[in-house]
């Protein structure tokens, strides 16, 4: 169920998993999304890998398998369309929904790129808005101290992101949420 918003955008805190660092070479494997408000609605799939190329690396920080997700895996289209029917259904009329991401342009850049490889655009459109930016200019450090390391103990305590996609989406949320509110009471 939507809440209600003054805002005409909508935010939604994205975050991917893949097998390597760009989409041309290396598949998207996992999407977890989260409206970013007091009591989220949440958004996850995985993904059969377009592509066999993979790092281990990047199949180490996931977890996940390329030959189980070549199983149980969505095909990317009939996964994007949902991702998209899902966006369609949290933003009102009028809003525009903003992807949120910490390292915003990676998780983007994959995002961008499936959208419009499966369904010919992307309901984000081209731009993102950076978490890790953001604090930057919230809490006047720089860009060395926005790492994970330095926000998530700030506003997660001593919890550490998962890298699954759902529960990473979750906690970059609130992240994001709480660095809103703050910034609101400053104004208000």
């Known amino acids: 169920m939507k809440e209600a918003h003054t805002s005409p955008e909508t935010y939604i805190s994205v975050d991917v998993e893949t097998a390597g660092p760009f989409p041309a070479r290396y598949a998207l ?3 977890g999304a989260c ?5 989220p609605n949440t958004f996850y799939v995985e993904l059969k890998p377009d592509r066999p190329d993979s790092l281990a690396e990047a199949m180490a920080i996931s977890q996940l398998s390329l030959e189980q997700l070549a199983q149980k895996g969505l095909d990317p289209k009939e996964a994007m369309q949902r991702f998209a029917d899902w966006l369609d259904e ?20 994959f995002i961008n790129d499936y959208f419009f490889r499966y369904l ?17 200019g919230h809490a006047e450090v720089t860009w060395n101290q926005t790492s994970m390391r330095q926000v ?21 949320a609130e992240i994001f949420r709480r660095m809103l509110n703050q910034d609101r ?4």
């Not at 409206?35 to 009591?39: A, F, I, L, Q």
């Not at 655009?121 to 930016?133: C, V, Y």
């Open 90 to 109: 949290q933003v009102f009329p009028g809003q525009r929904p903003i992807f949120v991401a910490f390292n915003a342009a990676f998780d983007w850049m």
């Open 35 to 39: 409206t970013v408000n007091e009591h």
């Open 120 to 136: 010919g655009r992307n309901p984000f459109g081209h731009s993102a808005l950076d978490i890790k930016s953001y604090f930057m």
């Open 185 to 188: 009471q400053k104004a208000g």
């Open 152 to 172: 998530g103990p700030r506003y997660l305590g001593k919890h550490q992101l998962a890298h699954n996609a759902l529960q990473d989406t979750l906690d970059q």
């Open 29 to 31: 494997l996992s999407i």
